[in-house]
């Protein structure tokens, strides 16, 4: 908005710019000038921009009046605009450039096509603006009243007696126009200037005007009244018409304020000199309106003056004449030539106006007694509440009986039979018409007016407007419905007037009507009410039509329901309203029929209509729930049509929710509803099941329905018992048994509800177990697939699963089984859990299968007695159990730590008693230890070597161990040799298996065995040969590489040492040993010098030789207890680099060895060490 | 909004308590507001109910207050008048009066229905020009200190609705019929035209 004014502000700069310019030129041109400049903002954005523009066309016109011939399009441009501000703005200029224009034309000499254009497009104009009285705006409709005024004005000759305000004095009027004038007709215009007041007269009684427009309208025609006194007579009667008939929609305090504007517009009408005539009526209107008589003479002119002036006055006769036809509502002046400046004689009193005549003829029959009797008959009509207005505006009748009282009180009536249509006073009229043929024009108008003012409640307010005299109310109301009453004023009439008319009697006119005309006839009328739902709601009376149509319909039989219900469904939204009416109308009516009404109107009402919303597209509005909501009654079939609507995919939500209300607010039929939901639990849809089962979840909170919900799960899961799944599940439609076999998908219908409702109460489920061992496999294997989710809601801790589990029904194993395993699937079991299934497992059902879910949870010894029984299982089964024990599951987070480690269980596996599983399982079982490469480790299998070759006796998988080992660790093959060397001390040929696989590891790993090869016995190394006759040849290759000083050297320490340890009872292979030991260093082998023992040992690689070395040493130190070889041992370990530590861990490895193979006894040791420590 | 700010005239008999107390209240809160009286004279009470202190509109505030300190203090003080006075110059220099005064407004808010009338009669007696329309509403306000402020924060609060509708006159009827509602009182409403 700041902007905007920002807008306006530069705007006023520029135009005071353009004006400092324009100073300096010639008026004219400086117009000329500022034209252009200013024509460019007539299309701004801003609207008070074009506002500006407008009161700039304005001005420049006034000043310059050629201007027009330009201005006027632009102008007639802006009388379009989209903004009312601007709209009525350019109303308010044309007010003005109407009659400048008018003026302009009609004093202009020169003819020009251009200004007879210009004149056709003011005309133009005019008659949009007239239009305008009917637009929906209300300030717009204010602004065309003050145009049609000064129209009206303009196009009225001013007459001596006219008020001319000063202002105005030079205004053109029709009496300046020319009577030949080329293109400016003078009769046309007086016509525009009469319709024009008929307009603004007919504007005035539309019943729904509003107050503003209303008191502008009063203010109009005050100043038409004063400034024209020759339409002085119609205002009166428009002044009367009004005061009798305020409209019905005005509310309280505007009443008052249209009262007050009428009493001041009086007041300044009477003050006018003309008056004179309708002082009666005036001041009558003012009483009524409250003001007391002193004030009301205070503002009469003094009759005298005035008297003389109007005789004289032409016009005043021309007035009288017009005043006839100038009715209310007339429009059949046109035929009235105007005869305006032809003035008939004075001397026509007949020429009076309809209410006049009816008036005059009503004025003596309103004897004492035919009012008592109107007031009796009217008594029947009176409204029940005193209307509002009446109470707002009720003064007491002062001169009551006077006969002024009486002329007014037939003068108030004669305004509203001459509104409705009948007295003589229109009955001569009608006679006139009748000659000019437009009489039916004429009545149709009438009716049109009437017909509204009926429907809208009129005639309540008419009552209420007359009130304010209890004797006078009466008669209007009379006249107004009933025609018959006022019989006797007819017969008056006849005997008084022309004759022309007989007497009416009802019962000679009427015909009864056919079965079918009438038929006919009331549903064109129920047609007529349904479809002017418009024009009603601009009255505000919609609530009436909807009552009047509900009762209507639900009253008479036939094609009128369907009518009105396709009449609703058609547009819902806006008919909900009679929607509802209609249906508790049907319901009231059934109530009042009870106990033998029959619900089948309203059961048909409801349902169409709820069906009719079904199969609407979309609307979000709610209408649906609100119309379920709200019926009284919800039928068999408006529940169907609620259930159809449920398991529409889009709007299941919507649908449940209706339901649930229905169910929590219906709590009678709670069951019923309650019941379609759960069947919808099952639904095949997934969506419309799984909204169906997220509300029962909620509602099977409430405890008052929880029964219901948890005895409908059980039944329907029960349904699984039978062999073949129950027509229950295909439809209701079949009802004859299937013999379909079960489904995964019936299956799984029966269980949605149940296993949804499970996590909530736990103790359901026994109820499974149950049905579970009843069930066929197939069912099973089903069963067995849903229950996962919610089992694992339920939790390994709930009491109730430990009760399954400790239980146990017979048949249900694989149902606990699964259960277990589904929640030890992520989770480490509980030890509850674990306790429970051992308990199980001892106790009752000694499977191992049971175990495998918690083995995790179990002791070491535990585990490694079940070993046996699990291998044998299924390999999938084992590969599983296997991998709970490694931790390779594939559940992340697994952090279940089992009881045996890797190596535990490889061992374990070894140690399995062979009568108690055969061999073929635990092959595979190991197998499947090696498969998993990244927990079975070079070290971890290491550590089993080493451990399992200490053993006594060897297991029998030990060297099919070691092999495998070997294959898939290549870098073990040293440590590989010192196990089969060792196994070569353990006499490993007493085991033949093991013997075996011995073999075939040397096998294997030649050439590398040959040194253990050579360390074997003879017999045994002949069983070599004989069972790889292949090694013979390379191991003597091997042996005869030897240099010949390698083989004097180790052969003579071979001969000493045998000598005096007699350790090695064959020399030969000792020899063979030494050598082979040596080999690798045999090209730098040294010629012996000085003591060759030493030094030659010095130079053998490897811990073997240097286990052997010591062995030799310690041996013969020992049993000879001979210094030379400790000094020999001394040597070797000052020699050469510091021993590393591992060597002296060797050292002390063997030492423990030959401890214990030589029987040398721990005090010998000790002395060696201390020896060696020296 | 309209285009333009709401030109608004406040009016109530003497130009001092009520319409003075609108005035002070609307321009704090940004209208284009000017107040005035109707009655012939400007009249405070004074010692006795029938003893009135009566100026003409060309009185000063100023001088009306040097005045009543000169004449009573005590009294005046107590009754709040000085106050009134006191803030009433500080808005204006004098009252003024309605009919004497030609500018134009859109919206007339009278505080009594006399008043109301008086200015209706003044607005219908001018003689018509630019047929620019003119509300008048009345707002009946008891002349007390207390009732003036209640009043004049109804009235600025009816102002500011109709500062706000999008189409003032089509709107007008609807938001008075609200009002009275709301208020609980009547409202008299007309339309003039200048």
């Known amino acids: 908005n700041k902007c905007l004014y920002e807008d306006v502000f530069s705007l006023h700069f520029e135009v005071v710019d353009l004006l400092n310019q324009a100073a300096l030129i010639p008026t004219d041109e400086k117009l000329a000038v500022l034209k252009q400049e200013m024509i460019a903002f007539q299309t701004d954005k801003s609207i008070e921009v074009r506002k500006f523009v407008i009161g700039f066309i304005e001005e420049a016109c006034k000043r310059d009046n050629e201007l027009l011939l330009r201005l006027i399009a632009n102008l007639n441009m802006l009388l379009r605009d989209e903004s009312v501000n601007v709209v009525k703005k350019a109303i308010l200029t044309l007010t003005q450039l109407y009659k400048v224009t008018l003026q302009w034309l009609v004093r202009s000499k020169a003819v020009s096509d251009m200004q007879e254009a210009c004149w056709d497009m003011v005309t133009q104009m005019k008659g949009d603006v007239l239009a305008l009285l009917d637009s929906e705006n209300d300030g717009v409709r204010t602004h065309a009243i003050k145009f049609t005024e000064s129209l009206i004005i303009t196009l009225s000759p001013r007459t001596s007696d006219s008020d001319v305000p000063k202002r105005q004095e030079g205004d053109i009027s029709l009496d300046k126009v020319p009577k030949d004038h080329l293109y400016i007709r003078y009769d046309t215009l007086c016509e525009e200037g009469k319709t024009a007041l008929e307009k603004l007269l007919k504007f005035m009684v539309h019943p729904a005007i509003s107050s503003i427009n209303l008191t502008t309208a009063l203010g109009s025609l005050a100043t038409i009244a004063r400034q024209r006194p020759m339409f002085m007579s119609e205002v009166v009667q428009?002044?009367?018409?009004?005061?009798?008939?305020?409209?019905?929609?005005?509310?309280?305090?505007?009443?008052?304020?249209?009262?007050?504007?009428?009493?001041?517009?009086?007041?300044?009408?009477?003050?006018?000199?003309?008056?004179?005539?309708?002082?009666?009526?005036?001041?009558?209107?003012?009483?009524?309106?409250?003001?007391?008589?002193?004030?009301?003479?205070?503002?009469?002119?003094?009759?005298?003056?005035?008297?003389?002036?109007?005789?004289?006055?032409?016009?005043?006769?021309?007035?009288?004449?017009?005043?006839?036809?100038?009715?209310?509502?007339?429009?059949?002046?046109?035929?009235?030539?105007?005869?305006?400046?032809?003035?008939?004689?004075?001397?026509?009193?007949?020429?009076?106006?309809?209410?006049?005549?009816?008036?005059?003829?009503?004025?003596?029959?309103?004897?004492?007694?035919?009012?008592?009797?109107?007031?009796?008959?009217?008594?029947?009509?009176?409204?029940?509440?005193?209307?509002?207005?009446?109470?707002?505006?009720?003064?007491?009748?002062?001169?009551?009986?006077?006969?002024?009282?009486?002329?007014?009180?037939?003068?108030?009536?004669?305004?509203?039979?001459?509104?409705?249509?009948?007295?003589?006073?229109?009955?001569?009229?009608?006679?006139?018409?009748?000659?000019?043929?437009?009489?039916?024009?004429?009545?149709?108008?009438?009716?049109?007016?009437k017909l509204p003012a009926v429907m809208v409640g009129q005639a309540i307010s008419v009552v209420g407007g007359y009130a304010e005299k209890p004797t006078t109310d009466a008669p209007a109301a009379a006249v107004k419905r009933l025609p018959e009453p006022i019989l006797p004023s007819a017969q008056t009439k006849i005997a008084g007037a022309s004759g022309r008319k007989k007497v009416f009697r009802l019962a000679d006119v009427i015909q009864p009507l056919s079965d079918t005309q009438t038929e006919n006839l009331t549903s064109k009328a129920v047609n007529r009410i349904l479809h002017s739902e418009k024009a009603i709601a601009q009255s505000g009376m919609s609530h009436v039509r909807v009552k009047l149509l509900s009762r209507l319909v639900t009253q008479f039989e036939g094609m009128m329901k369907g009518d009105v219900l396709e009449?609703?469904?058609?547009?819902?939204?806006?008919?909900?309203?009679?929607?509802?009416?209609?249906?508790?109308?049907?319901?009231?009516?059934?109530?009042?029929?009870?106990?033998?009404?029959?619900?089948?109107?309203?059961?048909?009402?409801?349902?169409?209509?709820?069906?009719?919303?079904?199969?609407?597209?979309?609307?979000?509005?709610?209408?649906?729930?609100?119309?379920?909501?709200?019926?009284?009654?919800?039928?068999?079939?408006?529940?169907?049509?609620?259930?159809?609507?449920?398991?529409?995919?889009?709007?299941?939500?919507?649908?449940?929710?209706?339901?649930?209300?229905?169910?929590?607010?219906?709590?009678?039929?709670?069951?019923?509803?309650?019941?379609?939901l759960l069947d919808l639990s099952s639904h095949e849809k997934e969506k419309v099941r799984t909204t169906a089962l997220a509300f029962l979840k909620r509602m099977y909170e409430k405890d008052q329905l929880r029964d219901y919900i948890e005895k409908f799960a059980l039944n329907y899961m029960q349904l699984l018992v039978h062999p073949n799944p129950p027509s229950l599940l295909f439809g209701a439609d079949k009802d004859t048994e299937v013999a379909a076999p079960w489904t995964e998908e019936t299956v799984r219908q029966c269980l949605f509800l149940y296993l949804s409702l499970?996590?909530?109460?736990?103790?359901?489920?026994?109820?499974?177990?149950?049905?579970?061992?009843?069930?066929?496999?197939?069912?099973?294997?089903?069963?067995?697939?849903?229950?996962?989710?919610?089992?694992?809601?339920?939790?390994?801790?709930?009491?109730?699963?430990?009760?399954?589990?400790?239980?146990?029904?017979?048949?249900?194993?694989?149902?606990?089984?699964?259960?277990?395993?589904?929640?030890?699937?992520?989770?480490?079991?509980?030890?509850?859990?674990?306790?429970?299934?051992?308990?199980?497992y001892h106790k009752r059902v000694p499977d191992v299968r049971f175990l495998i879910p918690v083995i995790n949870g179990l002791e070491k010894n535990e585990v490694i007695q079940a070993l046996p029984k699990l291998i044998k299982l299924n390999p999938i089964v084992v590969k599983e159990v296997f991998n709970r024990l490694l931790g390779t599951q594939h559940g992340e987070g697994a952090s279940s730590v089992s009881p045996l480690t890797p190596g535990d269980l490889l061992i374990a596996l070894h140690n399995i008693d062979s009568t108690k599983c055969d061999m073929k399982s635990i092959i595979k079982a190991t197998n499947l230890c090696f498969g998993e490469k990244n927990v079975y480790t070079s070290e971890v299998l290491a550590v089993v070597m080493q451990q399992l070759m200490e053993q006594s006796p060897l297991p029998m998988l030990l060297m099919r161990t070691v092999i495998q080992s070997l294959t898939m660790y290549p870098r073990l093959g040293g440590f590989v040799m010192n196990i089969l060397s060792r196994l070569i001390v353990k006499q490993v040929w007493k085991y033949p298996k093991v013997w075996e696989g011995f073999v075939k590891c040397c096998q294997r790993t030649k050439p590398q065995s040959y040194s253990v090869l050579l360390q074997l016995p003879p017999a045994q190394l002949t069983s070599v040969f004989e069972r790889c006759p292949e090694m013979r040849e390379p191991l003597l290759q091997h042996v005869h590489s030897f240099t010949p000083h390698q083989v004097r050297a180790v052969t003579s320490l071979a001969q000493s040492l045998s000598f005096h340890l007699g350790i090695f009872s064959d020399s030969a292979s000792f020899c063979l040993f030494f050598c082979v030991t040596t080999s690798a260093k045999a090209d730098q082998w040294p010629p012996p010098r000085g003591p060759p023992h030493a030094k030659e040992v010095m130079f053998l690689p490897g811990f073997v030789c240097l286990f052997v070395c010591l062995s030799v040493c310690l041996s013969v130190s020992v049993q000879h207890n001979s210094k030379s070889y400790g000094q020999i041992l001394m040597k070797f370990c000052g020699l050469g680099p510091p021993t590393p530590d591992h060597h002296q861990n060797l050292i002390i490895s063997s030492l423990s060895h030959f401890q214990q193979t030589l029987k040398i006894s721990s005090k010998s040791v000790h002395n060696f060490l201390s020896y060696v420590a020296h | 909004m309209p285009s333009h700010p709401l030109r608004v005239a406040v009016v109530c008999s003497s130009n001092q308590n009520r319409s003075m107390e609108a005035h002070n209240i609307l321009s704090k809160r940004g209208f284009d507001v000017r107040s005035f009286g109707t009655g012939s004279h400007v009249k405070l009470p004074g010692p006795a109910p029938d003893k009135p202190n009566v100026y003409d509109f060309k009185t000063t505030y100023e001088q009306m207050y040097n005045d009543l300190v000169r004449k009573d203090k005590e009294l005046y003080t107590q009754n709040g008048i000085l106050h009134m006075l006191d803030r009433n110059k500080r808005i204006k220099s004098k009252p003024e009066r309605f009919q004497s005064c030609k500018d134009k407004f859109d919206l007339v808010i009278t505080c009594e229905e006399r008043v109301y009338d008086q200015v209706l009669e003044d607005l219908n007696s001018r003689e018509q020009e630019t047929l620019q329309p003119v509300h008048v509403i009345n707002v009946d306000i008891q002349d007390n200190h207390e009732e003036a402020t209640l009043g004049a924060f109804l009235i600025c609060e009816l102002c500011q609705c109709i500062q706000h509708t999008d189409d003032m006159e089509n709107e007008i009827d609807e938001l008075l019929q609200e009002f009275e509602d709301k208020s609980n009182r009547p409202f008299l409403h007309t339309v003039c035209f200048y």
Do not use: W
Request: glycine share 4%.
């Open chain 1, 238 to 449: 428009a002044y009367e018409t009004l005061h009798a008939n305020l409209p019905p929609t005005l509310a309280k305090s505007q009443v008052s304020s249209v009262r007050k504007n009428l009493k001041l517009h009086l007041v300044a009408v009477l003050k006018h000199p003309c008056s004179l005539e309708f002082q009666g009526q005036i001041s009558t209107l003012l009483l009524d309106l409250g003001m007391p008589q002193s004030e009301i003479t205070r503002s009469t002119p003094a009759p005298r003056e005035q008297r003389k002036r109007p005789r004289h006055e032409p016009y005043t006769e021309g007035k009288k004449i017009k005043i006839e036809p100038a009715l209310i509502e007339d429009d059949e002046d046109k035929e009235e030539p105007a005869p305006i400046t032809a003035p008939k004689p004075p001397a026509a009193p007949v020429a009076q106006s309809a209410i006049d005549l009816t008036a005059e003829f009503l004025h003596p029959l309103l004897t004492s007694e035919n009012v008592a009797n109107l007031v009796l008959i009217s008594m029947v009509y009176l409204p029940d509440v005193m209307p509002a207005s009446f109470q707002a505006t009720y003064t007491p009748v002062e001169s009551a009986g006077t006969d002024a009282q009486i002329k007014h009180l037939a003068r108030l009536m004669a305004t509203q039979m001459t509104a409705a249509g009948i007295g003589p006073g229109e009955e001569d009229e009608a006679g006139k018409e009748d000659g000019t043929g437009e009489d039916s024009g004429g009545k149709d108008l009438l009716i049109k007016r």
């Open chain 1, 567 to 676: 009449f609703i469904l058609d547009d819902i939204r806006t008919r909900s309203d009679l929607a509802f009416s209609l249906l508790y109308q049907e319901y009231n009516t059934y109530l009042s029929q009870l106990p033998a009404g029959l619900l089948d109107s309203y059961d048909h009402c409801l349902y169409t209509l709820l069906s009719g919303l079904q199969e609407k597209p979309e609307q979000r509005d709610g209408l649906f729930t609100k119309l379920v909501l709200e019926a009284p009654i919800i039928t068999e079939s408006a529940l169907d049509v609620i259930r159809r609507y449920c398991e529409d995919e889009s709007r299941v939500y919507l649908g449940m929710t209706t339901l649930k209300e229905l169910i929590i607010k219906r709590p009678s039929r709670q069951f019923q509803y309650l019941h379609v």
């Open chain 1, 758 to 840: 499970l996590p909530l109460n736990h103790r359901l489920v026994h109820e499974l177990a149950s049905v579970y061992t009843e069930a066929i496999a197939d069912i099973k294997r089903s069963v067995l697939r849903a229950i996962e989710q919610p089992i694992r809601g339920m939790g390994m801790n709930s009491p109730e699963l430990l009760l399954l589990v400790e239980n146990c029904p017979k048949g249900a194993e694989t149902l606990v089984t699964r259960c277990l395993h589904i929640l030890t699937d992520k989770v480490p079991p509980s030890p509850e859990l674990v306790e429970r299934v051992r308990d199980l």
